[in-house]
């Protein structure tokens, strides 16, 4: 069973870049049938769907952060990776990777596997 | 942007009652080439991520207990527990994925 695992820096400066990594374990990040996402949950609110990658680096981002926002895969190493740059209060939140299910030919659907998440405070 | 709207925010209801969570969608997400509604339903426990429990607005993903079901199409979907457990308590997102940006509904708070 594929399994997803964030990581990165839990407090980041305002102003600064956040950097997350997902590793993929239990199956090829570089298969057919997936995109792989990135979502986000404020504490105590909603989930925010940020972007997505398929393996060939093709991308989709939520249209309010595409200027901040940059989604990469590495094929090599089983993993994607997330960078916010000029991050503010309003970016903590927990910050989850999900497998998108995905048929070629189609777009993105729902979300069938998802990391535990990770909690990244901005702050001084 | 498509927005999901759910209600109720928040739901009672007894242990072996049923439950009914509604999410509207603010135009429809029912595409005409595949007749298929393009809505998920994700359970997410405290502390833990979301969990898929129900795509194309009604089918069951593998593992998910038949007591959860998903109905509606165009804009107006629902989600019902047939007998209420005590690990069903949980929040419950809708999300549409009919077009991107992908939105989720605000999250309806089960409890017992």
């Known amino acids: 069973q594929v399994q997803l695992q964030e990581s990165g820096p839990g407090l980041v400066k305002p102003s600064e870049t956040l950097a997350l990594t997902c590793t993929v374990s239990?199956?090829?990040?570089?298969?057919?049938?997936?995109?792989w996402g990135w979502i986000r949950q404020p504490p105590g609110k909603g989930l925010e769907w940020i972007g997505n990658?398929?393996?060939?680096?093709?991308?989709y981002y939520y249209p309010s952060l595409k200027n901040r926002v940059t989604i990469s895969v590495d094929t090599s190493k089983n993993q994607l990776s997330l960078k916010l740059s000029s991050v503010t209060a309003a970016d903590t939140a927990v910050y989850y990777c999900?497998?998108?299910?995905?048929?070629?030919?189609?777009?993105?659907?729902?979300?069938?596997?998802w990391g535990q998440g990770t909690l990244v405070t901005v702050s001084s | 942007d498509i927005v999901m709207t759910q209600s109720p925010d928040s739901l009672a209801v007894s242990l072996g009652e049923r439950a009914t969570i509604n999410c509207k969608s603010s135009?429809?997400?029912?595409?005409?080439?595949?007749?298929?509604?393009?809505l998920a339903w994700y359970q997410q426990k405290p502390g833990q991520p979301p969990k898929l429990l129900i795509y194309?607005?009604?089918t069951r993903e593998s593992g998910v207990p038949d007591r959860f079901s998903g109905s509606g199409s165009g804009t107006d979907f629902t989600l019902t527990i047939s007998s209420l457990q005590a690990e069903d308590v949980a929040v419950y997102h809708c999300?549409?994925?009919?077009?991107?940006?992908?939105?989720f509904g605000q999250g309806t708070k089960l409890e017992i």
């Open positions: 999900a497998r998108h299910k995905y048929e070629p030919g189609s777009q993105p659907y729902y979300f069938d596997f």
């Open positions: 239990g199956g090829s990040i570089s298969s057919s049938g997936y995109y």
């Open positions: 990658i398929y393996y060939s680096g093709n991308t």
């Open positions: 135009q429809s997400v029912l595409y005409s080439s595949d007749n298929k509604n393009y």
């Open positions: 194309w607005a009604s």
């Open positions: 999300q549409q994925y009919y077009s991107p940006p992908y939105t």
